[in-house]
């Protein structure tokens, strides 16, 4: 039986904390304040409670490209390159076969698919179920959603299907707003892209930067918007986009290519997140990535 001696009593006042209220604050990220605990928790993985900011590693291309230049061996690729990222996004495929367990790193789950290159690429379908995300602790599922693509309405309704399994185990879903070749990248367009997603209850959302008015989407936009790395830049460029991107504000970047096709990938990696994190310049950045890159 337990010792009753050991409940509190009129002695033990200290220990219940007599005047001191409860702390309740409100959650660092934008929009996201309502959510339940098990799914501020995974936001938590993602996004830095410090900064406020996240650097994911996208190298889920070959879902739908094969075998992606520089991204041939995901596992020589990509396993140096993780200890230095927040979040991982990729397949689950790769993430089975080629990411070791014991590297304890939040995994952004890429949970629709179904095309090739070869077709016509807004023709998804969820190709992930919650449960196979839950068995692998995914942080969040992705979803790419085309806005003006040929099979619109399809996406959009894999996002709505994959946010309300989402809700129900308390998993974040990631938007991503594809661009099809005939949509022009400007504000207008990736503002209303971005919205959508929000409204169609995306806990955050991934977009390509523009050069003007991206702040205006970043405004427009409820939750929390990282920008995709795009196309291979040179560094120095790819660091001005992430510095420009984050001032404007997103809050965090998405890269792939920009990361592995780069000549000293772990170096740049490191200095896109002395920006994103650390507020460094894109010149002391690059600095610092040609440093690491000749040691």
Same mark, same amino acid.
């Given at each position: 039986m337990a010792d009753v001696d050991g409940v509190g009593g009129e002695n033990d006042a200290a220990g219940f904390g007599i005047g001191i209220p409860v702390e309740t604050k409100p959650y660092f990220l934008k929009g996201s304040n309502d959510l339940g605990w098990g799914m501020k928790d995974r936001m938590s993985r993602m996004f830095s409670p410090e900064s406020g900011r996240t650097v994911m590693l996208a190298f889920d291309h070959g879902y739908f490209l094969g075998p992606t230049s520089k991204l041939e061996r995901i596992d020589l690729a990509i396993r140096p390159l993780a200890p230095f990222a927040d979040v @991982?996004? *990729?397949? #689950?495929? +790769? @993430? #089975?076969? *080629?990411?070791?367990p014991t590297y304890n790193k939040a995994v952004s789950l890429r949970c629709t698919g179904g095309i090739s290159v070869l077709k016509e690429l807004s023709d998804e379908v969820i190709a992930v179920n919650i449960q196979d995300a839950v068995r692998l602790n995914a942080s969040a599922m992705a979803v790419q959603v085309h806005i003006g693509g040929v099979h619109e309405r399809n996406t959009i309704d894999n996002l709505v299907k994959i946010v309300d399994?989402?809700?129900?185990?308390g998993v974040p879903t990631l938007a991503v707003t594809a661009v099809g070749r005939d949509m %022009? #990248?400007? +504000?207008?367009?990736?503002? @209303? +892209?971005?919205?959508?997603?929000?409204e169609m209850g995306a806990q955050f959302v991934k977009t390509y930067y523009c050069d003007e008015g991206f702040e205006k989407v970043t405004a427009g936009c409820p939750v929390p918007i990282v920008i995709a790395g795009g196309k291979k830049l040179p560094e120095l460029d790819a660091l001005k986009m992430c510095?420009?991107?984050?001032?404007?504000? +997103? @809050?965090? %970047?998405?890269?792939? #290519?920009n990361i592995f096709q780069s000549d000293a990938p772990v170096a740049i990696l490191k200095a896109v997140r002395a920006v994103v994190h650390g507020g460094e310049t894109p010149e002391q950045a690059f600095e610092m990535y040609q440093t690491l890159k000749n040691e």
């Open positions: @991982l996004m *990729c397949t #689950r495929g +790769a @993430l #089975r076969t *080629c990411i070791p399994s989402g809700m129900q185990y %022009v #990248r400007d +504000a207008r367009y990736l503002g @209303l +892209a971005t919205r959508i997603c929000a510095r420009r991107a984050i001032d404007e504000g +997103a @809050l965090g %970047v998405d890269m792939g #290519r």
